[in-house]
């Protein structure tokens, strides 16, 4: 079935340097993506969101980009911190809306 | 602000068992969603439900049953508990198509 998947399963930086986290996606219908923070033992936090009529969207130091031509997101974190060190995951919502499909995640560490 | 509820937090019990999680979504949220997250993967959807109706089913055991009330508050039952089952179980609402917002989940250990 399509899905949604991440690339790198661990991604390694070092604190004060920029994260880019990325996330490739098959249902080219697709409209509406979330970025989720993960810490141990934790839900899900929202991140950011974006649609499929934007490509760029910007929060506090993270920044989502979606290219629709090649059904790829990313996730930017400017200047990391050890506080955002935890799985990241890219989530698709379907076209009713009923039914958000997480991606694999990927662990972000962030070396001091 | 308000956000999803979930109890209890953790929760053990022996195979054969039966379980039963409750969630609380936050007010006005007419979406409730449940997921099954095994140790290192990523959360699975279970079941979803629209105004106390299913909504949507995904690889939910048959063991499992779920419902929404009135309140729309959701329970998770769980019966003939597996030790397979034993996972992070988190509750998720929105209000349509928007707002998604996850629980903090309940930690069941079947043993």
């Known amino acids: 079935g399509e899905s949604v998947g991440l690339h790198l399963p661990t991604l390694s930086v070092q604190e004060g340097d920029n994260s880019i986290i990325n996330c490739a996606y098959s249902?080219?219908?697709?409209?509406?993506f979330i970025w989720y923070k993960q810490e141990s033992g934790k839900g899900p936090q929202f991140i950011i969101d974006i649609r499929s009529n934007m490509d760029k969207r910007q929060g506090q130091r993270v920044t989502v980009l979606l290219n629709k031509t090649v059904k790829h997101l990313s996730l930017q974190i400017a200047a990391t911190q050890p506080g955002d060190s935890a799985v990241y995951f890219c989530?698709?919502?379907?076209?009713?809306?009923?039914?958000?499909?997480f991606g694999g995640g990927t662990r972000l560490m962030v070396k001091p | 602000a308000a956000g999803v509820i979930q109890s209890p937090r953790h929760l053990i019990k022996e195979k054969r068992e039966t379980a039963t999680l409750k969630c609380y979504p936050i007010p006005r949220h007419d979406t409730v969603y449940w997921y099954q997250q095994g140790p290192g993967q990523d959360p699975q959807f279970l079941i979803s439900?629209?105004?106390?109706?299913?909504?949507d089913k995904g690889s939910i055991p048959d063991r499992f049953s779920a419902q929404q009330f009135s309140d729309y508050h959701s329970e998770l039952n769980m019966s003939s508990l597996e030790l397979g089952d034993s996972a992070l179980y988190f509750c998720a609402s929105s209000r349509g198509p928007s707002g998604y917002t996850f629980g903090s989940g309940t930690r069941l250990t079947v043993v």
């Open positions: 249902n080219s219908a697709s409209d509406y």
């Open positions: 439900f629209y105004e106390k109706m299913q909504s």
């Open positions: 989530a698709e919502i379907n076209n009713a809306g009923n039914m958000l499909t």
